[in-house]
Antibody
């Protein structure tokens, strides 16, 4: 089955760290660029980070630049998001997503909830 | 940064009637390769987002043909020809030309 499954969410204090993982299956993971997108409670969607298939190109939203690090392990079919210096406003559901801009074939995970609170 | 502005933000519709959502970008979305990377997403209550349209007017696999996208440059539209109950949710436009930016979302509900 073609799917993305996120894990690693939870409750963390402000200033803390968390590492999200996304396990891909059912498709050739190494052929696709990947993304993290988040959604704060009751709010809209925000693109967080992008990584190309070979990890040669990486982008971050200004809101997370310098604090979050995206990476991937194509041998393990996995995508990661290392989140440091977490703030209250980082509280959100984080989605792993395959969203090619030029072709069809989008795929989203079910999301993992990150709550930053003391 | 590119700002995406959707209207309306709330859209009550009658079942079987058409619906239309507008999306305007703060700068042209034509990329250097000649393509316009404008997408439309649907998010049903309690579900992950789902893309409906890519490159302005191309439907993703499995998307009903009652959904259509149009536009160019900075002005784009998503149309639902006949709204069905399963279309209730929030719709987002998203540009992929200048990094990635979502619109604020348009909530579609049944009257």
């Amino acid at each position: 089955e073609v799917q993305l499954v996120e894990s690693g969410g939870g409750l963390v204090q402000p200033g803390g760290s968390l590492r999200l993982s996304c396990a891909a299956s059912g498709f050739t993971f190494s052929s696709y660029s990947m993304n993290w997108v988040r959604q704060a409670p009751g709010k809209g969607l925000e693109w967080v980070s992008y990584i190309s298939s070979s990890s040669s190109t990486i982008y971050y939203a200004d809101s997370v630049k310098g604090r979050f690090t995206i990476s991937r392990d194509n041998a393990k079919n996995s995508l990661y998001l290392q989140m440091n210096s977490l703030r209250d406003e980082d509280t959100a559901v984080y989605y792993c997503a395959r969203v090619p801009m030029a072709t069809t074939g989008p795929l989203w995970g079910q999301g993992t909830l990150v709550t930053v609170s003391s | 940064d590119v700002v995406m502005t959707q209207s309306p933000l709330s859209l009550p519709v009658t079942l079987g009637q058409p619906a239309s959502i507008s999306c305007r970008s703060s700068q042209s979305l034509v990329y250097s390769d000649g393509n316009t990377y404008l997408n439309w997403f649907q998010q049903r209550p309690g579900q992950s987002p789902r893309r409906l349209i890519y490159k302005v007017s191309n439907r993703d696999s499995g998307v009903p043909d009652r959904f259509s996208g149009s536009g160019s440059g900075t002005d784009f539209t998503l149309k639902i020809s006949r709204v069905e109950a399963e279309d209730v949710g929030v719709y987002y436009c998203m540009q992929g030309t200048h990094w990635r930016t979502f619109g604020q979302g348009t909530k579609v509900e049944i009257k």
